[in-house]
């Protein structure tokens, strides 16, 4: 099966965005308060438990790419009832949360392009899951894209 250039394209740019957040350029850093850093370490934490735990409930589901697997099933449960990219939201929350623990500006900035990023890439994956999945609609309704629907 031929992979869309769509698909290689949003992969590409997040693992280039991934390994540019291993670098740190120290004038972009920024002086941050012990607490800050802190919390930005506790919401690492939260984003490091929540990535894994959102790969293992997607079980044979799970792909890198936006376009979903042929055998792929819909999940509703878990944390997937609240949230519809929990995978992305465990990403952002350790990329924001590392970027102020480490006082790395160039790790915020790659935050802010991988939010940017997700949210095109996920309205993208959420087209193709709704032609897929006939209840997909129905699930948009109940769940949020990166957040719980409140």
């Known amino acids: 099966m031929k992979r869309p250039s769509k698909d290689v394209l949003f992969v590409g740019v997040q693992l280039a965005l991934f390994a540019a957040y ?27 438990i929540l990535a894994p735990a959102s790969v ?35 990403i952002l929350l350790f990329t924001f949360g590392f970027a102020f623990y480490s006082m790395s500006g160039l790790r915020l900035l790659i935050f802010a392009a991988l939010l940017m990023l997700f949210k095109f890439k996920a309205s993208y994956e959420e087209v193709l899951l709704q032609s897929k999945f006939s209840d997909y609609k129905l699930y948009k309704t109940t769940s949020g894209m990166f957040l719980p629907r409140f």
């Open 56 to 90: 293992i409930a997607l079980r044979n589901s799970l792909s890198v790419f936006p376009t979903p697997k042929d055998s792929a099933n819909l999940i509703q449960s878990g944390i997937y009832k609240y949230i519809r990219h929990p995978i992305y939201t465990g």
């Open 22 to 48: 291993l670098f740190r350029i120290p004038e972009l850093d920024a002086a941050v308060p012990t607490w800050a850093q802190y919390s930005g370490l506790l919401i690492a934490v939260v984003g490091i």
